[in-house]
């Protein structure tokens, strides 16, 4: 799958020249979205081990969340944030190109919210469910990183049906959206295609996650596979 150029090279110059424009939009959206379904969310989250691990941030690429964990996170950061830090965020999420790594033997797109210099995910108390999902002691006895622990002993298995249980509460407070043609809806998308949805529309967000965020994405890509080599068929 190949990064469309053109696209990538407006998003960057639409936010030299309107990023104030974006950082009102953002807010605004998150501010009329409220508080519905917030608490459910925190009380979900509370619900998984609390767990510790080396921080070395790795895993820290942008994960694929619901639109509710990306409400929460906007809301937090526009409550504690000063409107420069803000701004700083919001012109991150446009800059793709800077925030593209190789993470191991992956194309990976660094995440917003990690902070490399100081190691922290600065959205901590409220990270989404798919950063607390990982690591934790699954029913195959692994975990997808071995430096998880958890904090409180015996250790907890999380089987996928207990996971499945917590997502739909979410999921049923969620928009969803068809990511291909003839493809079925997905409520998981990554934290940009939600940015891009509310202050553009989810068309224009759906071509960045197919044409930017897919291509740019070891995961994504090979998740999505399929549907690249369909459309070359046809
Ligand atoms: S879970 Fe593992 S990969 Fe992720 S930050 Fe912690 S130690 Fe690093
Ligand atoms: S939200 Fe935090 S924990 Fe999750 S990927 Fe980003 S930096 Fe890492």
Not at 92 to 119: H, M, P, W, Y
Request: with cysteine.
């Amino acid at each position: 799958m190949q990064i469309n150029t053109d696209l990538l090279h407006k998003i960057a110059t639409a936010a030299t020249r309107h990023l104030d424009d974006y950082l009102q939009e953002t807010l605004t959206a998150s501010a009329e979205h409220g508080n519905f379904g917030m608490q459910m969310l925190d009380q979900l989250h509370e619900q998984l081990p609390r767990t510790s691990c080396d921080d070395c941030g790795k895993c820290c690429n942008t994960v694929s969340i619901f639109s509710l964990e990306y409400h929460r996170l906007i809301r937090e950061v526009m409550a504690i944030w000063p409107p420069e830090r803000l701004r700083r965020l919001i012109q991150s999420a446009f800059r793709f190109d800077l925030r593209q790594a190789e993470v191991g033997n992956e194309k990976r797109l660094r995440c917003i919210f990690r902070d490399d210099e100081t190691r922290v995910c600065l959205v901590h108390a409220v990270r989404p469910f798919a950063c607390r999902f990982f690591g934790l002691l699954k029913e195959s006895g692994i975990r997808e990183c071995d430096k998880v622990k958890d904090l409180h002993l015996p250790e907890t298995i999380i089987t996928q049906e207990y996971l499945t249980s917590l997502q739909t509460k979410i999921l049923e407070n969620s928009e969803a959206y068809q990511p291909f043609p003839g493809e079925e809806e997905i409520h998981f998308f990554p934290f940009e295609f939600w940015f891009f949805r509310y202050i553009f529309s989810p068309e224009r967000a759906l071509q960045i996650y197919r044409e930017i965020l897919v291509p740019m994405s070891s995961p994504l890509t090979q998740l999505w596979q399929k549907y690249d080599t369909q459309a070359t068929r046809e």
